[in-house]
């Protein structure tokens, strides 16, 4: 059954840049989005995800799901080097931490960048459909990351509430996405090693 969630997009905005962190993530947010008439542009930025075959595996996902709805997906430079510029110093950090934070801002800048030269007045990212990350961060880097440049609105929409969450599980059954195990990067999955996930 599908969600009834009232959307409000910032500025009453029909075009909006959707950072994309993986399918399962992307999947009742784009549904959703294309219920109520506003075709997303994904963003695909994710250079803190190791390693270089995890983010294709990934990658691929998202872009199986964009071509099922007919929208576009960018796919933002892999750059996994620079991304470990904002973990270092952080890479003990507890998920939530610090280093999650840094993360977030190094992504949501990227794509507020792009939505700023492509003409995308408003971002939003699937990053908060995502129970295992904390909204207050999700949204702090948005906000920062849309601060930095000219023309581009946060949108900190909640995807986890009015049945969101439900359906995301729902879609994830019948879409088999690759459902990953950790967040993406080297120091989020040190700790699932450990335990044997």
Not at 2 to 23: F, I, Q, R, T
Not at 29 to 50: A, K, R, W
Not at 77 to 91: F, K, Q, S
Not at 167 to 184: A, D, H, K, P, T
Request: aromatic share 12%.
């Amino acid at each position: 059954m599908k969600p009834s969630v009232h959307l409000e997009v910032p500025l009453g905005a029909d075009k909006v840049l959707l950072h994309a962190c993986c399918a399962p993530c992307s999947s009742a947010v784009v549904e959703c989005l294309m219920d109520h008439g506003i075709q997303p542009t994904i963003f695909y930025s994710n250079s803190n995800i190791f390693p270089r075959e995890e983010y294709d595996h990934r990658l691929n996902e998202c872009i199986r799901y964009a071509l099922k709805w007919g929208i576009p997906i960018v796919d933002d430079v892999y750059d996994h080097d620079g991304w470990e510029g904002c973990a270092a110093g952080l890479e003990n950090e507890p998920e939530r931490g610090g280093r999650c934070l840094n993360c977030f801002k190094y992504r949501l800048l990227r794509a507020a960048q792009y939505a700023s030269e492509n003409g995308f007045p408003v971002l939003t990212t699937t990053l908060a459909s995502s129970r295992w990350k904390s909204l207050e961060q999700v949204n702090a880097a948005g906000e920062w990351a849309c601060a930095q440049v000219p023309g581009v609105t946060w949108w900190p929409q909640n995807w986890r509430k009015g049945g969101l969450q439900e359906r995301r599980n729902e879609i994830i059954r019948s879409e088999r996405f690759y459902n990953q195990l950790y967040c993406g990067c080297e120091y989020s999955f040190r700790p699932q090693k450990a335990e044997g996930i």
